[in-house]
């Protein structure tokens, strides 16, 4: 076992991570510990946009950013977190393209950026620009350019070291235990300041836009160590990903003229949100899409609808919406111009469906996307420890494993990669001039024993189980009764599948028994968070009578602000049993009201 | 469709040498060849190891040679390489285990090259305007993802893996022609050491296996024209 010291720790390398590292390391001794390399995190996958009011093309204002952020959460979100971020945004964007980020120009040579869902011109109500973006591969930017910094401010990163415990002493952060992958070998980091920034969860469901690698690991790890997890039946279904891939075709590709068009060719979102129609948040068309499906208007009976981009198709619409160019003229666009914007999207539809986008409507149906849920933090990254916003010194988290929570029951496009840049440097920050004024807290007597005792339980499992036969049932039946629409009655049909999952993953046994990058180990581990986090998702959810965002209930179809205007606080008790409590909603300036696009 | 699956296999703390090992597997036409790497390994045989994270070409963890040729495993379908399907790893650095190799010196390669912005005037209040002919001027050497398919395709990188290799290469050149960076001299300066540039021999295998489609070669010769003529036009 080896020990390193460190004032400041932070839990994973993607955008979060890495901007946390980038302001800690200023002032604090600090180290990134990442299970991938960290250009590899999925940051790199967003494509469309980050949000900020910049007003490059035309007017828009960082409280009209604030409303629209509100009303996308369906009033889930806290205000004075969102006010917060979007005030923030327009110099974080700025900041990035000073590290050199390659954002797409405007003919004048400011940073470009395009219409988004739910994104809105408070006083006309129609979509602006608010993504600024490079291309479709606006995370793949950002992710590389705050790896450049790294380099250039010689952070120092332990790459392919898998995060597995959390340690606490005195009800303090202490440090964290790590397994090397390639050696096998755990560690032990001790630390003043811990900041998770670990991702989302998106592997619990069939159809998915998320890595492999994102199986909740931070939320999971911080659920065993007494740690709530805030609004986990809040998972976003993006509208959009390759039909049977779940791979994501941004939102971006309706942003830039984009329509849905079912079975009968009709454009569907009309009937669902007459004013932003395509450009509706991503619950809202969800919904749709699922309803179309229903009423037996996907395409050839099945369960997909296309998205259309066809220059004709484009130009079609945008001339019936009155669309227009920020300089007055008429919004038309060429297949070559499409190309140059969505140059991914053509070619993962090339690749993976054998369509060609300009030419041919893409098949889609709705994809489990983003994680609203996750550690409860407030703004400043710290860790809450329950419903009485009680902090934990010493631990933070950002990026998608936290709540803070700004996104609420919905979030809204764009405002994922706003969120790692400003509470990625803001828990960075934090944690750093934590350090400063506390001491380490002693290491346990035996650190690595919690960790070691869960890894060997899968060497010593009977082997009646196969883990891979687990994985897919829980995707399954999470898909099927946890996704878009929700009852009482499928709930807690995911609810006994699940906890039967997890009986069965006991018996579980991995074959490779060596040292040596043992991914067959460390996947198992991986699945157990999984089934953790879907058994509280799905009891997170039974609990919460109503509809709001992306829960949405067939028994309960209405929101239902006098009972559950309140944020959800789960804790897993030391018999394993789930615990439920609630925390109000923080409301500054906007007083709930219906939600309508 | 049946699909039969060869596969390098590497155990250093079991194997004296590599061997190979075929798997019989149901898979559909469209199937990635990682979805048939994880079946393999969720129900042949778990001690298979490989890297992956995003599953669709954009996060550059699954680098290997299919049917000989340098390929994202996420990004190659079964229909491109039919029934017989042979998966090693990339060439040129060492194998860990099975498909896994160390990717340390390809890093390190990335790093010497400068692969940062620099510029140390004083930062605006906002954006540093940039116009859209510039912006372009650099756009395709943007796109990598650091899978290292171009540089374990190189003949010159087999022959010393001190040689930058294409990717460093394609990196410093995303930096060299960016009209809001100031370091082009210094990293100039690297390309025309002795690993630099000049062991690039125009072989084209590189700009072959980029899974993003990068015109590496062209970017290569951009940045030695640049050396020659010491301008950036
Ligand atoms: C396809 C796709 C497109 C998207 N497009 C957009 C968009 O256009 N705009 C937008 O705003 N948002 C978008 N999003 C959402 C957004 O990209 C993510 O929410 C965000 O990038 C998450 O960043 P992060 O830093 O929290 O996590 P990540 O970037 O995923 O990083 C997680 C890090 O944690 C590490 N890690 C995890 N577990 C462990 C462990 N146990 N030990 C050690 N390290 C660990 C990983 O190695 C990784 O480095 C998109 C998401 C997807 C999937
Ligand atoms: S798994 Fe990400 S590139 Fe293949």
Not at chain 1, 344 to 363: E, S
Not at chain 1, 388 to 400: M, V
Not at chain 2, 218 to 224: D, L, Y
Request: charged share 25%; aromatic share 8%.
């Amino acid at each position: 076992m080896k020990t390193h010291q460190f004032e400041v720790l932070v839990v994973g390398a993607g955008g979060a991570g890495l901007m946390a590292g980038l302001y800690a390391s200023r002032t604090a001794k600090t180290a990134i510990i990442s299970k991938l390399y960290p250009t590899r995190s999925h940051t790199g996958a967003a494509q469309g946009g980050v949000g900020a009011a910049l007003g490059s093309s035309e007017e828009d204002h960082p409280e009209w950013h604030t409303y629209d952020t509100v009303k996308g959460s369906d009033y889930l979100g806290d205000q004075d977190a969102i006010e917060f971020m979007c005030e923030e945004a327009v110099a974080a964007v700025y900041e990035l393209e000073h590290m050199g980020l390659p954002f797409d120009r405007t003919p004048e040579g400011k940073i470009s950026q395009r219409p988004f869902g739910g994104h809105t011109n408070n006083v006309t109500g129609k979509p602006v620009m608010r993504a600024c973006h490079a291309a479709d591969r606006t995370g793949h930017m950002i992710l590389q350019t705050l790896y450049q910094q790294c380099i250039k401010n010689n952070v120092t990163f332990f790459d392919e070291y898998q995060v597995v415990d959390l340690l606490m002493t005195n009800g303090k952060a202490a440090g964290v235990v790590a397994i090397e992958i390639a050696t096998g070998e755990m560690h032990v980091f001790q630390a003043k300041a811990v900041i998770f920034a670990t991702g989302g969860h998106g592997r619990i469901w069939e159809i998915t836009s998320n890595a492999y690698a994102y199986t909740g690991d931070g939320v999971a790890i911080t659920l065993r160590r007494g740690i709530p997890a805030e609004d986990m039946e809040f998972f976003q279904f993006h509208p959009t990903g390759i039909y049977k891939l779940g791979i994501l075709i941004t939102e971006g590709v309706r942003g830039e003229g984009g329509i849905l068009i079912n079975g009968k060719g009709e454009r569907f979102m009309e009937k669902y949100a007459p004013t932003v129609k395509d450009l509706a948040s991503r619950d809202v068309i969800s919904r749709a899409i699922y309803m179309e499906v229903r009423d037996g208007n996907g395409v050839n009976g099945k369960n997909y609808v296309y998205l259309d981009v066809r220059p004709e198709s484009v130009n079609h619409y945008a001339a019936l919406d009155g669309r227009k160019r920020p300089d007055g003229s008429p919004f038309v666009v060429t297949g070559e111009e499409i190309l140059s914007k969505l140059p991914d999207i053509v070619d993962f539809c090339r690749v993976y469906l054998g369509v060609d986008p300009i030419t041919q409507p893409m098949p889609i149906q709705p994809t489990a996307h983003y994680a609203m849920g996750g550690i409860p933090t407030n703004q400043f990254g710290e860790v809450k420890k329950d419903e009485n916003k009680t902090i934990i010194p010493g631990l933070y988290a950002a990026g998608e494993c936290a709540c803070v929570s700004v996104h609420g029951a919905n979030r809204l496009g764009t405002n994922s990669l706003l969120d790692i840049i400003v509470f990625g440097k803001h828990a960075g920050l934090r944690a750093a001039e934590f350090s400063k004024g506390a001491d380490f807290q002693p290491l346990p007597a035996d650190p690595t024993a919690f960790a070691q005792a869960q890894f060997e339980g899968f060497l010593k499992g009977d082997g009646r189980e196969n883990a891979f036969d687990i994985a897919m049932e829980m995707k399954k039946v999470m898909f099927d009764d946890m996704g878009i629409f929700r009852s009482g009655k499928g709930m807690q049909n995911a609810l006994e599948k699940v906890r039967e999952l997890k009986e069965r993953f006991k018996h579980v046994r991995v074959q490779d028994t060596g040292k040596i990058f043992n991914m067959d180990l460390i996947n198992a581990w991986e699945l157990g968070n999984l089934l953790d986090l879907a058994e509280v998702t799905t009891v997170s959810a039974l609990a919460r009578t109503e509809s709001r965002g992306g829960h949405s209930r067939e028994d309960y179809p209405s929101r239902d602000d006098q009972n559950w205007l309140k944020h959800t606080f789960a804790w897993v008790n030391e018999t394993g049993k789930i615990e439920l409590k609630y925390q109000p909603v923080t409301i500054t300036k906007y007083q709930p009201k219906a939600r309508v696009y | 469709m049946q699909v039969t699956i060869k596969v390098f296999r590497y155990n250093p703390e079991k194997d004296k040498k590599p061997h190979y090992e075929t798997y019989q597997l149901e898979a559909d036409p469209t199937d990635r060849v990682l979805d048939l790497l994880e079946k393999v390994k969720g129900y042949k045989d778990g001690t298979l190891s490989f890297r992956r994270s995003c599953a669709h070409g954009v996060c550059g963890s699954d680098a290997m040679r299919i049917n000989g040729s340098n390929k994202l495993a996420c990004k190659a379908l079964v229909h491109d390489f039919g029934a017989k399907i042979t998966v090693e790893p990339i060439l040129g650095l060492r194998v860990i285990k099975d498909l896994i190799v160390d990717m340390e010196p390809f890093f390190d390669n990335f790093r010497k090259v400068l692969p940062y912005f620099i510029n140390d005037d004083p930062a605006p209040e906002k954006e540093r305007y940039q116009s859209q002919e510039d912006r372009e001027r650099f756009d395709d050497t943007t796109k990598c993802i650091l899978c290292a398919a171009c540089t374990t395709s190189c003949p010159s990188f087999w022959a010393s893996d001190e040689y930058l290799g294409p990717s460093a290469i394609v990196n410093a050149h995303r930096f060299i022609f960016d009209s809001r960076d100031q370091g082009a001299a210094q990293r100039l300066k690297i390309m025309n050491e002795i690993m630099g540039v000049s062991r690039c021999h125009t072989v084209f295998n590189c700009t072959l296996a980029c899974p993003r489609e990068i015109q590496i070669t062209k970017a290569i010769g951009e940045v030695k024209k640049a050396l020659m003529t010491g301008s950036l036009e």
